[in-house]
């Protein structure tokens, strides 16, 4: 047997009397759809439980699988008097599934755990479902900050190791949706939220996970997103699966999105191999964009290309514009991989004889000397998506009322410390987070006297 049944299940607190003190009320089409679910659960009687969920051990890198052979929890965090859980692990799942992952040159592993304790996006489910039934062992997997795709390889891994060792599995995937529906929920309103919560209920709904893997990082973020990476993960264990799809429930009283929705898989189906269509899908894209790049770009992309392959400097081409050639400008290199940074470096003032210079310069350190990632790999050269900002000179200023984060990038300095920041960025939205962002990567202290300097640039994609 392999994956029997899947489940999307929020993970609100005061969803259990002792927290919600009445307001649990609020969500009673919550609560029934929950136990419709663990109803639907027991009936299937799995021999084991995955469960993905976003609240235990994250690493940017790397899934966590949680190890031994129990684990227990409550809720204390958020009442005094609240329902205590113990679970027995499916070690042997576990131990596989590190096997089969690493196999697909995916990072999961058990290895990093410093908290063994159980998280409340596993212990709202599995106290539902434990009502009717607890014949199963569990199997706990952390969102990690990798891809949407490494998400969906995942899933397809632990549906194999399911396969290889015939057990009835349920999939659970704990996840709350948009956290900004209203103005007063946890982090305010923002109109991405509701449009996010429309368009991932809907999918759930038809069982169109392909849309689950093309939401722009940007979007989520907006929306206050929680368990997205959850829900890919699930969608990639019913890979080429036919499902019989429902959505049991939906609300969001208090400003964050509650869905229940259940997933029954019938039969083989090649044509939902959502990721492979994906792929294909997102590699049209690149080489429209790659197609359409103009001088700076190519260059940029020239210059790394050369330097990852051969590991020495690439000479300037002939047929470059005079421009290039002939003006000097600080320049930023910024690289993306499936629409997430994967790398930024750049020169606030010119340190090379030209702008053509300066951009092989800024390529090659973007991806190889950026200390927040990994080196880029020669595997990853097709996948990247490039931009070059080219710097006018910088000019100082007397309030931060004279910038305007759609067209200003910003300068703070104190002293010998300086840091900056482009404009019109994903994510920055005013001119104040503007200026905070710029003064932490300056080291800049809250308290601490700083000046500031705007600039505009030239964009080339």
Do not use: W
């Not at 235990?56 to 329902?83: K, V, W």
């Amino acid at each position: 047997m392999s994956i029997v049944g899947a489940f999307i299940l929020p993970h609100p607190p005061l969803i259990f009397p002792e927290i919600g003190r009445g307001e649990e009320r609020k969500i009673q089409k919550t609560i029934d759809a929950y136990r419709e679910a663990a109803r639907r659960i027991a009936e299937l009687k799995p021999d084991t439980i995955v469960l993905a969920t976003p609240h235990s051990i994250m690493y940017a890198d790397s899934f966590h699988i949680s190890p031994g052979s129990e684990a227990e929890g409550d809720l204390r965090q958020f009442a005094p008097q609240t329902p205590r859980l113990k679970v027995n692990y499916d070690s042997e799942f576990v131990s596989l599934l590190s096997q089969n992952a690493e196999g697909d040159a995916l990072y999961a592993g058990t290895l990093g755990e410093k908290n063994a304790r159980l998280d409340h996006g596993s212990i709202i489910p599995l106290h539902f479902i434990e009502e009717l039934y607890n014949d199963y062992h569990l199997v706990r997997v952390s969102i990690s900050g990798l891809p949407f795709s490494d998400h969906y390889r995942l899933g397809k891994c632990i549906a194999r190791t399911s396969d290889q060792l015939q057990r009835r599995t349920v999939f659970i995937a704990s996840a709350d949706l948009s956290h900004r529906l209203k103005d007063d929920g946890p982090y305010g309103f923002s109109p991405e939220g509701p449009k996010f919560d429309q368009s991932i209920t809907k999918a759930m709904a038809e069982g169109d996970f392909i849309q689950m893997l093309k939401y722009a990082s940007d979007f989520c973020e907006k929306a206050g997103e929680c368990g997205l990476r959850s829900c890919i993960m699930m969608a990639g264990a019913l890979d080429q699966m036919d499902v019989n799809s429902e959505l049991l429930s939906y609300e969001g009283p208090f400003g964050v999105g509650y869905a229940v929705a259940a997933f029954i898989p019938t039969q083989k189906n090649n044509q939902r191999a959502f990721l492979d269509q994906f792929n294909a899908e997102e590699q049209k894209q690149l080489e429209m964009i790659q197609n359409n790049e103009d001088p700076y770009v190519r260059l940029a992309r020239s210059a790394l290309e050369h330097y990852i392959k051969t590991g020495k400097r690439v000479a300037l081409p002939a047929d470059l514009p005079e421009d290039m050639l002939s003006e000097q400008a600080g320049v930023f290199v910024s690289l993306k991989k499936h629409g997430q940074l994967r790398g930024c470096i750049g020169t606030i003032a010119p340190v090379t004889e030209n702008v053509a210079s300066e951009i092989c310069r800024n390529a090659v350190s973007a991806a190889v000397e950026d200390p927040r990632f990994d080196p880029i790999s020669q595997d990853e050269l097709s996948k990247l998506v490039y931009s070059v900002d080219v710097l006018e000179t910088p000019q100082p200023i007397d309030s931060q009322d004279q910038l305007d984060v759609l067209h200003y990038g910003v300068i703070v300095s104190s002293g010998h410390k300086r840091g900056l920041l482009l404009p019109n960025l994903e994510g920055v939205e005013t001119v104040q987070q503007q200026i905070d962002i710029a003064r932490q990567k300056a080291g800049i202290r809250d308290g601490e006297s700083f000046k500031l300097e705007r600039f505009k640039v030239v964009r080339h994609k």
